[in-house]
């Protein structure tokens, strides 16, 4: 494909998408904005069609290598499988996937690591869609739940996974409480996420403020945490064992931002299947992806990785202690 032709094109968009952008004001706040946000994008299949299975960044490996976009977020479940120690983990291990969308992770899991997992989002819909995606014989099952109150007893699960779900909490704190909770001591805690700049060692400069808050206002985000903070807030539990331990793969993931644009591009597709209506709606999101390229390449955000033991507690205080971080 000719460069010129190619560069006209990805000028054409950024101009559309920033007009439909200026002209459509967007503020989520609230839990139930979150899940209907989510139900729309699942019920008309525009997210599924140029993103795929997986609603998250890929993996470009280290330093980031030219790849197809949907092997990419492929990779990115097996680096993430790998970074967290869950290769080595027997048949039948039990995996909560928090923020599970629709389901690409989970039957990754399930199927190629023969995990026996339950995948938990908000959006209705996103369940829907997740068991229909999922073949007989997969061992992964979908339900809707909350990540701030999960429905499950303490000590349910082996492992608890999750992928860029974070930024949608209203409060990291519970958040951090709720994964270690259900974890199983001695299970395995790997989470992924979008991350902010620790704020508390480099303020946010002038320029820096605005392009956060449109990225905290445009996709249902009340707030990020920083790497170091989120740690800090997993420790605070009393659950865990040791030391949080911490990644920085925002080399590895940054390649996604741009190539989710380049979609629009290589799948013309798009335009005759979702009619005039998805071309803006999908236009809408162009300035933010840009947004998070400038973001995430100059050190405002960083995608952190996180992964911890659930501490055995075995005396009583230990256990009336953990129980009060949680409450508190």
């Given at each position: 494909?000719?460069?010129?032709?190619?560069?006209?094109?990805?000028?054409?968009?950024?101009?559309?998408?920033?007009?439909?952008?200026?002209?459509?004001?967007?503020?989520?706040?609230?839990?139930?904005?979150v899940a209907n946000s989510y139900d729309e994008w699942t019920e008309d299949g525009i997210l599924e069609f140029y993103w795929g299975e997986h609603i998250h960044l890929?993996?470009?490996?280290?330093?980031?290598?030219?790849k197809e976009f949907i092997a990419a977020k492929y990779d990115f479940v097996d680096e993430m499988v790998r970074w967290g120690g869950l290769d080595e983990l027997p048949t039948g291990t039990t995996l909560l996937d928090v923020g599970c969308g629709i389901g690409g992770s989970s039957?990754?899991?399930?199927?190629?690591?023969?995990?026996?997992?339950?995948?938990?989002?908000?959006?209705?819909?996103?369940?829907?869609?997740?068991?229909?995606?999922?073949?007989?014989g997969v061992e992964a099952k979908f339900l809707v739940d909350d990540a701030m109150a999960l429905s499950f007893p303490d000590a349910s699960f082996d492992v608890v996974w999750s992928v860029e779900a974070g930024p949608h909490m209203p409060d990291k704190a519970v958040f951090a409480q709720e994964l270690l909770r259900v974890l199983k001591p001695g299970g395995i805690l790997v989470v992924a996420d979008w991350n902010q700049r620790d704020d508390r060692i480099v303020p946010l400069n002038f320029w820096e403020k605005p392009v956060m808050k449109q990225l905290l206002d445009q996709w249902s985000h009340p707030a990020f945490s920083s790497i170091e903070g989120f740690s800090e807030l997993l420790a605070k539990t009393g659950l865990v064992e040791g030391e949080v331990v911490t990644d920085d793969w925002t080399k590895e993931t940054l390649p996604s931002w741009i190539d989710s644009i380049w979609q629009?591009?290589?799948?013309?597709?798009?335009?005759?299947?979702?009619?005039?209506?998805?071309?803006?709606?999908?236009?809408?999101?162009?300035?933010?992806?840009?947004?998070?390229?400038?973001?995430f390449g100059n050190g405002l955000c960083r995608f952190g990785?996180?992964?911890?033991?659930?501490?055995n507690l075995t005396s009583e205080s230990e256990i009336v202690k953990s129980e009060v971080a949680i409450k508190s």
């Open positions: 494909m000719n460069l010129l032709y190619v560069l006209g094109i990805f000028l054409i968009l950024l101009a559309l998408g920033i007009a439909v952008y200026l002209s459509t004001a967007r503020n989520y706040q609230s839990a139930d904005s890929g993996h470009y490996g280290s330093p980031p290598k030219s039957r990754i899991l399930a199927k190629d690591y023969n995990f026996d997992v339950t995948g938990v989002t908000i959006s209705p819909q996103q369940v829907k869609r997740a068991q229909e995606l999922t073949p007989e629009g591009i290589i799948k013309p597709k798009g335009l005759v299947m979702f009619g005039f209506s998805g071309l803006i709606k999908s236009l809408r999101e162009v300035p933010t992806i840009l947004l998070m390229r400038l973001a990785m996180f992964r911890a033991t659930r501490a």
